[in-house]
């Protein structure tokens, strides 16, 4: 290997580390809380009419709240990472060190995607016994899935470059990120709602990541597979674009 | 040959306040380098600005010959840094920590050894499985200095490394310094301790409000000024004679420090005055001019923060 990719990997393994020696916090945890919604609101709404043909309300629901896990902790990984370092001072270790932009937002956002792998496997892994879901197209599924970690992921380091004590991360994942998954669609198809909030849903980002989720599963969804990855795409595209342009030009970081 | 750190036009300013305002000067490879001045003068900024932790708003600087902006992958390489602030990462321990640290730098396995020796040459072997938040402030400190050593830099810059040590703790890093030194190693020492400089230091440099006031060496800065002082005990009640009145430096519990322009002021002089007014003299004693004096002579200030004494 390179000096440089030697430098990547280290950051790599350095940030897997972290979340992989408290794996109570960072998988466990919002594992059983995400099951507590699928309890709660698989028994209340078991009497619904199936949201489209042969797909029970509990299925419909459990793509929806593995996406919203992956969301909330793609996000949480790299926000609170970045915090962390900032309010200890010691990112001055890696903001010393020969390492790139480029190094940087990889190794932060593939941590980041893989810890929202482990909890979205972990969760398929719990439920299956219950809800076994069919696997329509796994390329869709990879595909949201990898775009989705990964943009949230880099939301959570833009959050991280911004904030300047874990108060304004606390205040953007409360004001941003958990509302807008949790009106995204997760619990309900958006064609269930006035015609106002349904048009509003389509300018909700998570709502394409939650509905090309099931997309991948059932093969069908609210809208056309390729509008969600498109969507998806598009968000992916235009965060990293502004975050790497902070990363290269030292934004907040360097005073 | 090439400079260690060549810096040039370098100015930088936090909003209203402005921390340098156009500092050059070159530092020379394998030169024991001390960068001294009062607090706020910017040491600090110029390290940060050199480590590139901090932005400047104009000028340039490049380690070994490279740019730290835009070869700043090679400049880092050749450059280690010991920050003034004790920061650390409390997930990890002490060697997990320097292995990453040598991680960052491309440094794999190979530097291992080099690790456990820097462990055992601090005295941190014992605390090498510990969590960085377990250890004390000193322990802290020579971590940090080990951190910046990991990747053998062939500059190596320490803020204040010896700020709230104690004399044992400071006695081996000057040897570790030195030691160093003796291999090759730039060294760039930022201290209040102005002995410390006096001793370590070949060439020294003294920044004062964000400018660079005088660079020179050890010996020519000592040379410089024409002075010696000359302590007096005069017994209980004598006076001392109108005329020397002028030359006091100091006074203290009867002692009085006259501060003498050789040429000027031949210490003869002295003698004859006090021999003329009839005073007589309980104890004599010469000092020649340290560090310290030349500091609060370019400053007007003491360099030593209040309360500290080395
Ligand atoms: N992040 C910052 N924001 C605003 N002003 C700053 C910042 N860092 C330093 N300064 C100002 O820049 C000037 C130089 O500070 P610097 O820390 O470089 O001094 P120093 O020579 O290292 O002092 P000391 O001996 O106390 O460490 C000071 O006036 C300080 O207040
Ligand atoms: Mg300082």
């Known amino acids: 290997m390179t000096p440089d990719q030697i430098g990547f990997v280290t950051l790599l393994r350095k940030e897997v580390k972290r979340f992989w020696s408290v794996l109570g916090q960072t998988v466990t945890a919002p594992v059983v809380t995400t099951m507590l919604y699928l309890l709660v609101f698989a028994q209340a709404m078991k009497d619904r009419a199936s949201v489209y043909e042969g797909v029970s309300y509990t299925e419909f629901l459990v793509p929806g709240l593995v996406m919203m896990a992956v969301i909330q902790n793609a996000f949480a990984n790299t926000s609170s990472s970045l915090i962390q370092s900032k309010v200890m001072g010691n990112i001055v270790f890696l903001q010393m060190a020969p390492l790139g932009p480029l190094q940087w937002f990889g190794a932060y956002v593939l941590a980041a995607l893989l810890r929202a792998a482990l909890v979205a496997l972990t969760m398929l892994a719990v439920t299956l016994p219950f809800v076994p879901l069919p696997v329509t197209s796994p390329l869709a599924l990879v595909a949201v899935f990898v775009l989705t970690g990964a943009s949230l992921a880099v939301m959570g380091l833009i959050a991280g470059i911004l904030a300047e004590k874990f108060d304004h991360i606390a205040a953007f994942t409360n004001f941003f990120v958990t509302p807008l998954s949790f009106l995204s669609g997760v619990f309900y198809s958006v064609h269930a709602l006035p015609p106002l909030w349904y048009h509003a849903s389509h300018f909700n980002p998570f709502f394409y990541m939650i509905d090309g989720f099931r997309y991948g599963f059932f093969g069908h969804a609210d809208v056309p597979i390729w509008q969600s990855l498109a969507w998806c795409a598009g968000f992916f595209g235009v965060a990293s674009a502004i975050c790497l342009r902070m990363l290269v030009t030292g934004y907040k970081l360097k005073k | ?310």
């Open chain 2, 1 to 310: 040959m090439q400079p260690a750190i060549e810096i040039a036009g370098v100015r930088k300013t936090y909003g209203p306040v402005t921390a340098l305002r156009g500092i050059d000067f070159e530092i020379r490879q394998g030169e024991f380098f001390g960068l001294l001045g009062p607090n706020g003068a910017g040491k600090s900024t110029l390290i940060s600005i050199i480590a590139g932790l901090v932005q400047m708003n104009a000028g340039r600087i490049s380690v070994m010959g490279y740019d730290t902006v835009r070869q700043f992958r090679q400049a880092r390489r050749q450059l280690g840094v010991v920050p003034q602030e004790l920061v650390f990462d409390p997930f990890f321990t002490v060697r997990d920590m320097l292995r990453i640290q040598a991680g960052y730098y491309g440094c794999g396995r190979e530097v291992w050894p080099w690790i456990d020796e820097m462990l055992d040459r601090l005295d941190l072997a014992g605390k090498s499985g510990s969590s960085m938040r377990a250890l004390s402030g000193g322990m802290k400190r020579r971590v940090l200095i080990a951190q910046a050593l990991v990747h053998r830099p062939q500059v190596v810059i320490l803020d204040e490394p010896t700020a709230g040590v104690d004399v044992e703790l400071r006695r081996t890093l000057w040897s570790f310094m030195t030691e160093l030194h003796r291999a090759g190693t730039t060294v760039v020492l930022t201290t209040h301790y102005l002995e410390e400089a006096q001793e370590l230091c070949e060439r020294i440099a003294i920044l004062d409000k964000g400018a660079l006031q005088v660079i020179d060496t050890t010996r020519e800065l000592l040379a410089r000024h024409p002075f010696r002082f000359l302590r007096l005990r005069l017994p209980e009640g004598a006076q001392l004679p109108e005329a020397l009145r002028p030359l006091v430096a100091a006074e203290q519990e009867g002692t009085l420090e006259l501060k003498l322009e050789s040429g000027r002021h031949p210490i003869s002089a002295v003698f004859m005055a006090l021999r003329d007014a009839g005073v007589d003299i309980d104890d004599v004693h010469t000092r020649e001019p340290d560090l310290e004096d030349i500091f609060i002579e370019l400053t007007g200030r003491s360099a030593a923060p209040a309360g500290a004494s080395a």
